[in-house]
């Protein structure tokens, strides 16, 4: 009988067991996951799970009725602890072992650790169980020092400012959202946690961490009953190099999100994979609808197919009422043009030098840019060179410029 194993049960696990049914497998699935939990959504642990009143709930992206409909064999809590390609087997914590005809590793990433003495005393977050902690922590008065000044630490920062707390945000950069964020739109966010009472300190060292306190490279101490460490993740490729699997900033996959091993896929924030917009360029994308992208492609291929991954990415995050939109490739744009809606909002158009849009950034309140990074990521996928002026003025509108 044919089998697949799925390792990891985050996004890209949840979305790859619906397609896999979606696309007429009838056969049997396994999902692997280390959490004593159906697979949930990740993006409100820095947000609504630690901000609302009432006490949070995973969102699941499958419970037990959708898991039952689907005939997924979730094993929660059995994590998988070795794979033998040659043999096709998956060794688990329990001592037991599951074979697979085709395997989808999906294992995720892991907050990145800082090379600073104490750093154990900083807290991460990573799972609903850190959220949890996280809340409790957060009390009116408190001293909330965050270390890391891109997407996660900055929610954090915003939700611990929500609850009253006294929050001091630690960027070792010059700026905040250094990656992958255009200045004038780091400088909207910026000055948007001040407004909230928050202390950003930017280009800032770090000496130490102590039980209560961060100690800085200049020497002044920064009292906190809190410490977090939100420098970024790491992709987890722990299980996918001790198989022999090629590892290259996350584990190598090809265009079609297969890696180095016969009948071994992998999809998420832990694969890294050659984009074909890009001349093949390697590139490993954190984010949540990247995630459900990339498992649509490998369950295609996995299936017999033959599909390259050629989706533009598209991100976003909330920043209190403020919501920041990304779509595409914005450092592949050497050419910005800026349209400004109105004084609250503002988008950003990156244009190759041959003039075709390479990426979109907006920020707003609430999704009052959705609407035309949406448009912009459709003119990104079909290569379009837009006219600036049309982009740059407010009142035309930028449907028109979507060719078939």
């Given at each position: 009988?044919?089998?697949?194993?799925?390792?990891?049960?985050?996004?890209?696990?949840?979305?790859?067991?619906?397609n896999l049914r979606a696309n007429?497998?009838?056969?049997?699935?396994?999902?692997?996951?280390?959490?004593?939990?159906?697979?949930?959504?990740?993006?409100?642990?820095?947000?609504?799970?630690?901000?609302?009143?009432?006490?949070?709930?995973?969102?699941?992206?499958?419970?037990?009725?959708?898991?039952?409909?689907?005939?997924v064999d979730v094993r929660k809590?059995?994590?998988?602890?070795?794979?033998?390609?040659?043999?096709?087997?998956?060794?688990?914590?329990?001592?037991?072992?599951?074979?697979?005809?085709?395997?989808?590793?999906?294992?995720?990433?892991?907050?990145?650790?800082?090379?600073?003495?104490?750093?154990?005393?900083?807290?991460?977050?990573?799972?609903?169980?850190?959220?949890?902690?996280?809340?409790?922590?957060?009390?009116?008065?408190?001293?909330?020092?965050?270390?890391?000044?891109?997407?996660?630490?900055?929610?954090?920062?915003?939700?611990?400012?929500?609850?009253?707390?006294?929050?001091?945000?630690?960027?070792?950069?010059?700026?905040?959202?250094?990656?992958?964020?255009?200045?004038?739109?780091?400088?909207?966010?910026?000055?948007?946690?001040?407004?909230?009472?928050?202390?950003?300190?930017?280009?800032?060292?770090?000496?130490?961490?102590?039980?209560?306190?961060?100690?800085?490279?200049?020497?002044?101490?920064?009292?906190?009953?809190?410490?977090?460490?939100?420098?970024?993740?790491v992709p987890e490729t722990t299980?996918?190099?001790?198989?022999?699997?090629?590892?290259?900033?996350?584990?190598?996959?090809?265009?079609?999100?297969?890696?180095?091993?016969?009948?071994?896929?992998?999809?998420?924030?832990?694969?890294?994979?050659?984009?074909?917009?890009?001349?093949?360029?390697?590139?490993?994308?954190?984010?949540?609808?990247?995630?459900?992208?990339?498992?649509?492609?490998?369950?295609?291929?996995?299936?017999?197919?033959?599909?390259?991954?050629?989706?533009?990415?598209?991100?976003?995050?909330?920043?209190?009422?403020?919501?920041?939109?990304?779509?595409?490739?914005?450092?592949?744009?050497?050419?910005?043009?800026?349209?400004?809606?109105?004084?609250?909002?503002?988008?950003?158009?990156?244009?190759?030098?041959?003039?075709?849009?390479?990426?979109?950034?907006?920020?707003?309140?609430?999704?009052?840019?959705?609407?035309?990074?949406?448009?912009?990521?459709?003119?990104?996928?079909?290569?379009?060179?837009?006219?600036?002026?049309?982009?740059?003025?407010?009142?035309?509108?930028?449907?028109?410029?979507?060719?078939?």
């Amino acid at each position: 009988m044919n089998s697949i194993v799925i390792i990891g049960a985050g996004m890209a696990g949840a979305r790859a067991c619906i397609n896999l049914r979606a696309n007429g497998y009838t056969e049997a699935i396994t999902l692997l996951g280390d959490e004593y939990l159906l697979p949930y959504d990740r993006p409100p642990l820095s947000k609504a799970s630690i901000t609302q009143e009432d006490e949070p709930q995973p969102v699941w992206l499958m419970d037990e009725t959708i898991a039952r409909e689907l005939k997924v064999d979730v094993r929660k809590g059995i994590a998988a602890t070795g794979i033998d390609p040659r043999e096709k087997v998956v060794a688990l914590s329990d001592g037991s072992s599951v074979s697979y005809d085709k395997l989808l590793i999906a294992t995720g990433a892991k907050p990145r650790t800082l090379p600073i003495p104490g750093i154990e005393h900083a807290l991460t977050l990573r799972n609903h169980e850190d959220s949890l902690a996280l809340r409790q922590r957060f009390v009116a008065g408190r001293n909330i020092v965050v270390i890391g000044g891109g997407f996660i630490g900055l929610e954090l920062a915003s939700s611990a400012a929500k609850r009253g707390c006294h929050v001091t945000l630690i960027e070792a950069q010059p700026r905040i959202l250094m990656r992958g964020v255009p200045e004038a739109i780091a400088a909207i966010v910026h000055a948007r946690h001040e407004k909230a009472g928050v202390t950003v300190l930017t280009g800032v060292g770090l000496s130490h961490l102590s039980q209560d306190a961060v100690h800085l490279a200049d020497g002044r101490v920064l009292p906190a009953d809190t410490i977090i460490s939100g420098v970024g993740a790491v992709p987890e490729t722990t299980l996918a190099a001790s198989a022999g699997l090629a590892i290259d900033n996350g584990i190598a996959c090809d265009q079609h999100m297969r890696t180095s091993a016969p009948d071994i896929y992998a999809a998420g924030d832990c694969a890294s994979f050659l984009h074909a917009r890009l001349a093949n360029r390697r590139i490993r994308l954190e984010a949540w609808r990247s995630a459900q992208d990339q498992a649509a492609t490998a369950v295609e291929n996995m299936l017999g197919g033959a599909k390259e991954h050629i989706t533009v990415p598209w991100f976003w995050s909330d920043q209190y009422e403020l919501g920041l939109q990304i779509a595409g490739f914005a450092e592949m744009g050497p050419v910005t043009v800026a349209r400004k809606p109105n004084e609250d909002t503002l988008i950003l158009f990156h244009l190759a030098e041959d003039g075709t849009l390479a990426g979109a950034s907006g920020i707003g309140p609430g999704n009052a840019i959705a609407r035309d990074i949406k448009l912009a990521e459709m003119m990104i996928a079909k290569g379009i060179k837009p006219p600036a002026d049309v982009l740059a003025d407010p009142g035309q509108q930028l449907r028109p410029l979507i060719k078939g």
